[in-house]
């Protein structure tokens, strides 16, 4: 939305074409749903966008191989340049012994979940008692708001294989689950890692105290859960039951070493079970080799030669190893160009350097076919591959739809149909009416 954003205020035609219905990517489907603010302020601006004259919506359109458009279908429209924004879509390896078993999850299915993504939204979350959720960023913060606040399970711990002192979520994120802390609990870890925090120079109070520090402005509990952390922490195997259903997680302790002005986990070779019911690892993101642009170890290729400029044109032009060349006129902005990198403030960053990026290579490129003629070939081949594409006039109708559910339903925040079928049959229906 970013890089259509830039380009359409520099009077270009601009197509976007959208795998899901609705538009804003994780803006939509990231963001914990409660956070109407935010969120509505998005979205006010992507329908500004949207309702621009030279901006042309297709949503509920896929791109990759066997999808609705394959990437050589994109590129043959005729298009002058061809911006690929998609996301991360695969998730990296767990690679721990276990990681298939009932109760395992990763954090961006359960995002997608509670937020209502269509294939996630209706999905069964069971996840039992006590929930080990592998990580110490705002995503643990946000799948331990869910669990704490809706889900309401017994006990949430972050497992985090650094200590305190290296956690990386924001403070005033940690508002929406601290009411909910075991205070007991977190001296008592902090004393058994006191010795360990010592022999990097961390005074055991001083970093207990900065830790519980941020513990204000709680808001005000609404389940008995406690949350906990796990500090110094490995996960080395995921332990099973006669069902394949998660018992415990074994761990390896942790001490840590200086690195220069920052710390590393180095594994103590001393193992022990930590019973759980359920984990949930937040380990990162990788792109999805299947959509047909040249791939390379989780990532999008692009060009390795710099270019010089700034921003410099390499960091987003799509590179093919095989022929050694930039694919002319493709372009890769936000995690489909860096996974996991950022949330909207930098994605919509990176979009503004992409779209300055495209911009330089249009002037040096004689335009491509108008618009009307790419439109009206898009058009021919989504009626040919029998898909459904959504336009604006089609949100509009989902979302008086959707507002007329309000209040109606257990969904966190706004109402959202958990179904691509539903949200066109609701389209067609007032359409029709």
Not at 160 to 184: Q, T
Not at 347 to 370: F, H, I, P, Q
């Amino acid at each position: 939305m970013a890089v259509a954003s830039s380009l359409s205020k520099a009077g270009h035609d601009i197509i976007i074409l959208n795998r899901d219905i609705r538009f804003g990517g994780l803006a939509e489907y990231g963001i914990f749903p409660s956070k109407l603010k935010l969120r509505g302020g998005l979205k006010k601006q992507y329908w500004e966008l949207l309702q621009q004259k030279n901006v042309h919506y297709f949503g509920n359109v896929s791109i990759g191989n066997g999808k609705d458009l394959t990437v050589d279908d994109v590129r043959g429209l005729g298009a002058s340049a061809v911006v690929f924004t998609i996301g991360a879509q695969g998730t990296k390896a767990i690679g721990v012994e276990g990681d298939s078993a009932q109760g395992v999850f990763h954090a961006k299915d359960v995002v997608y979940h509670y937020n209502r993504l269509p294939g996630f939204g209706d999905r069964p979350f069971e996840v039992g008692k006590h929930v080990c959720v592998i990580g110490a960023g705002d995503v643990m913060v946000d799948i331990a708001h869910w669990l704490v606040r809706y889900k309401k399970v017994e006990r949430v711990t972050a497992i985090v294989r650094r200590g305190p002192v290296e956690r990386k979520y924001n403070p005033k994120e940690i508002r929406s689950i601290c009411a909910n802390m075991d205070l007991e609990g977190i001296r008592s870890e902090f004393e058994r890692i006191k010795e360990r925090l010592a022999t990097v120079g961390q005074n055991h109070d001083d970093v207990l105290k900065g830790f519980t520090d941020e513990f204000t402005k709680c808001e005000p509990p609404v389940s008995e859960t406690k949350m906990g952390f796990r500090f110094l922490a490995s996960p080395k195997r995921i332990l099973v039951d006669g069902h394949n259903r998660v018992r415990a997680l074994e761990m390896e302790d942790n001490r840590l070493d200086p690195k220069g002005e920052d710390t590393v986990a180095v594994g103590l070779k001393q193992y022990y079970e930590f019973p759980c019911d359920a984990v949930v690892f937040a380990v990162g993101d990788k792109v999805d080799e299947t959509v047909g642009l040249p791939y390379k170890n989780g990532t999008f290729i692009t060009n390795p030669n710099k270019t010089g400029n700034d921003p410099d044109d390499a960091l987003f032009q799509a590179y093919d190893e095989t022929s050694g060349k930039v694919m002319d006129g493709v372009f890769l902005a936000g995690w489909a160009r860096k996974a996991s990198e950022g949330l909207v403030g930098v994605a919509k960053r990176d979009g503004d350097w992409c779209a300055e990026v495209v911009e330089r290579y249009l002037s040096t490129k004689n335009s491509g076919g108008d618009a009307k003629t790419v439109l009206d070939q898009l058009h021919s081949l989504l009626r040919t591959r029998q898909s459904r594409p959504v336009d604006v006039n089609g949100l509009r109708a989902l979302e008086v739809a959707e507002r007329s559910f309000a209040g109606k339903t257990d969904c966190i925040g706004e109402f959202k149909f958990t179904a691509n079928q539903d949200m066109l049959a609701c389209i067609e229906q007032r359409k029709s009416s």
